[in-house]
């Protein structure tokens, strides 16, 4: 886990880490029960159960929109920066874009608890679908 100063620096990853989930549970029509957008212990959104291509995708989203938005703002500040030497280029937007992008980039990655919760939907979704609603060893017994 990073040190809680590293937290409250890089505070918009974290948010856009959490907002991607979010979006993705809206899309799904998957219903949020609870969200703590950003907290220096633990920010998270609580949902219900969802089917497991939808909860594939709710997980992933983070590293696919914070990658895609993080890398698009390299590309702009990139560009702002231009050809010429540093100095005379310098864009006071360059340094809140690199830090937001950084930001996005650091918390892109799926949690240990994201992997987690996909992982358990899917297969309880697919021993469902094998076992049906008797547990695996009544039905092999």
């Known amino acids: 886990m990073a040190a809680p100063k590293l937290h409250a620096f890089l505070f918009p990853g ?23 957008w950003f907290g220096l212990d633990e920010a998270f959104v609580v949902h219900e159960a969802p089917k ?17 938005l993080g890398f698009l703002l390299l ?38 608890q994201d992997g987690s919760n996909a992982f ?3 297969l309880s979704a697919y021993r469902e679908k094998i076992f049906g609603e008797e547990s695996p060893a009544t039905k092999l017994f």
């Open 14 to 36: 974290i948010v856009f880490h959490e907002f991607s989930h979010y979006l993705a549970c809206l899309l799904f029509g998957v219903r949020v029960k609870r969200v703590q």
């Open 52 to 68: 497991p291509i939808p909860s594939i995708i709710i997980t992933l989203a983070p590293f696919l929109l914070g990658n895609w």
């Open 75 to 112: 590309e702009t500040a990139n560009s702002l920066l231009g050809a010429g030497s540093l100095l005379a280029s310098f864009n006071p937007l360059l340094l809140l874009y690199y830090w937001f992008a950084f930001a996005l980039l650091y918390y892109s990655f799926p949690s240990d």
């Open 120 to 122: 358990h939907n899917v």
